[in-house]
């Protein structure tokens, strides 16, 4: 089970949280009770792996609201442009 820290515990105990991750337990870090960041421990063989991988989810989830709105609009026929739109949005709530 993850841990939860606050931005502001990150900032004054930052080498505690981040040495608490090394047991395997991720520590997901809110901002005004909304998860904003997840650390985890990684080896240096895997750090590039594990951000490909993050990116990869985001994508899978954005195409997944984008199907699931789709879906829910099957007798219309969204616009090019509001489909970018939509697309935009979502890049723009992960980044």
């Known amino acids: 089970m993850a841990k939860y820290g606050t931005i502001r515990e990150l900032q004054a105990q930052a ?3 981040i ?3 090394n047991d395997g337990e991720p520590l997901i870090i809110t901002t005004r009770g909304k998860p904003v960041a997840i650390l985890t421990a990684v080896t240096p063989e895997e750090a ?12 899978y989830q954005a195409y997944k609201k984008l ?3 789709a879906e829910s ?4 026929n ?6 970018d ?3 935009n949005k979502i890049r723009r709530n992960h980044d």
């Open 15 to 17: 080498t505690s949280l």
């Open 19 to 21: 040495s608490s991750t």
């Open 48 to 59: 590039d792996t594990v951000a490909v991988f993050m990116e990869k989810m985001r994508s």
């Open 67 to 69: 199907q699931k709105q």
């Open 73 to 76: 609009q099957a007798d219309q």
């Open 78 to 83: 969204p616009s090019q442009k509001e489909i």
């Open 85 to 87: 739109g939509i697309i």
